[in-house]
């Protein structure tokens, strides 16, 4: 149980074009689902906190109309990278917490890695 | 000061050492902790929450000592699968998200 799906896994795109990265809670319901962002040989960073039917909190320095993300249904959160340039090339991963979980943990995607040219 | 600081490591051991990672937080008021393990260029993995009695999950063992705000794992006999990054984790209490830190890097040589 608590498979958290990602799509797509792998996507290169050019300088200025727009990429949406889905993140899936599988076999659980999800009310609130998070987007972190890792560099190379660095710790994930919180981008925003999204939370089925409400706008997303976003953390200090993430720009939302760049980083836009849409919690539409308990299973299914979307970020998309808008106008995409070089220095958004990482590695994006959402988690989903369980809403009926009584701990904090969360369950990681396998990530999509996003290379901009 | 980070909220979460670790020894980036890496630590480099031979198979069937024991080795132990500490890390310690800033937040006194943090309620919950893991441990989480992530290899190079996939998703973080839970390998274990950290409970304040101290808890054990076959070779490993995680301990929590609030007074000094510090979380450890003991790894005992290393196998080479164990090679990877160890994340300690602990949760920002107001606000339901976790925090990260940077990763302890193991390498177990054979």
């Known amino acids: 149980g608590a498979v958290v799906s990602q799509h797509p896994s792998r996507v290169i795109c050019k300088s200025g074009t727009s990429v949406k990265i889905e993140c899936r809670s599988l076999?659980?319901?999800?009310?609130?689902m998070f987007w972190y962002r890792q560099f190379p040989k660095k710790s994930l960073m919180l981008m925003a906190t999204?939370?089925?039917?409400?706008?997303?909190?976003?953390e200090q320095g993430v720009e939302k109309d760049k980083f836009l993300i849409n919690h539409a249904s308990l299973t299914l959160s979307t970020l998309t990278v808008t106008s995409a340039h070089p220095e958004d090339s990482s590695f994006y991963i959402c988690?989903?917490?369980?809403?009926?979980?009584?701990?904090?943990?969360?369950?990681f995607g396998p990530g999509t890695r996003l290379t901009v040219l | 000061r980070k909220e979460v600081e670790q020894d980036p490591g890496p630590f480099n051991v031979p198979e069937g050492a024991t080795v132990a990672f500490n890390c310690t937080y800033s937040?006194?008021?943090?309620?919950?902790f893991f441990w989480y393990r992530q290899d190079c260029r996939k998703e973080p993995k839970l390998l274990m929450s950290?409970?304040?009695s101290g808890n054990e999950d076959g070779r490993f063992t995680a301990q929590l000592n609030r007074a000094s705000q510090y979380i450890s794992l003991l790894i005992r006999d290393s196998k080479l699968s164990d090679s990877a990054t160890y994340l300690c984790?602990?949760?920002?209490?107001?606000?339901?998200?976790?925090?990260f830190g940077t990763g302890t890097r193991l390498l177990v040589s054979p």
């Open positions: 950290v409970y304040s």
């Open positions: 937040n006194s008021a943090s309620q919950s």
């Open positions: 076999d659980f319901q999800a009310t609130t």
């Open positions: 999204s939370n089925e039917g409400s706008k997303a909190t976003y």
């Open positions: 984790v602990v949760n920002a209490p107001s606000f339901q998200k976790l925090v």
């Open positions: 988690s989903a917490r369980d809403r009926v979980g009584a701990t904090n943990e969360q369950f």
